[in-house]
């Protein structure tokens, strides 16, 4: 593997852990909470599932991870519909309910749009700008 796709893997892992921890702090700020609801972490979280794709797949163009991630998004939000104990038991728990929410919600997807747009601007911008590939 060569240096610049081993490069883009570190930002993009730093990028990700910042996402994580702003996402868990949108969740933690009264006054965000109490102003934009939940929908900043869930923006977050789509970027951060962008962000995932991207460290797995350096070389995916940041359109094709963007769509990858709306897709993987509205799958995981499609996936509350269903209840079963078992699923239900992982969705109760910390991590599960972070990475399967509990309860399918439209506005839920608008906001992984939104996130899913930022990531895609920002990616190209700094793409752009560093003259990598998108």
Known sequence: MNSSVLRKRELTALALAA?????????????V???LGKYPGDALWAIAVSLG???VFPRWSVWFIA????ATSCLVEISQ??????????RKTALGHCFLGS???????????????IFAGCAA????????KQ
């Open 53 to 55: 794709w991207m460290l």
């Open 81 to 90: 519909l269903y209840h079963a104990p078992w699923i239900d038991s992982i």
């Open 33 to 35: 909470v109490e102003t």
């Open 67 to 70: 769509g990858v991630a709306f």
């Open 19 to 31: 996402v994580i921890a702003l996402g868990l702090a949108s969740r933690m700020i009264p006054r």
């Open 103 to 117: 309860t399918f919600a439209w506005r839920d997807i608008v906001a992984y749009g939104a996130g899913i747009v």
């Open 125 to 132: 911008a700094f793409s752009k700008q560093t003259g990598t």
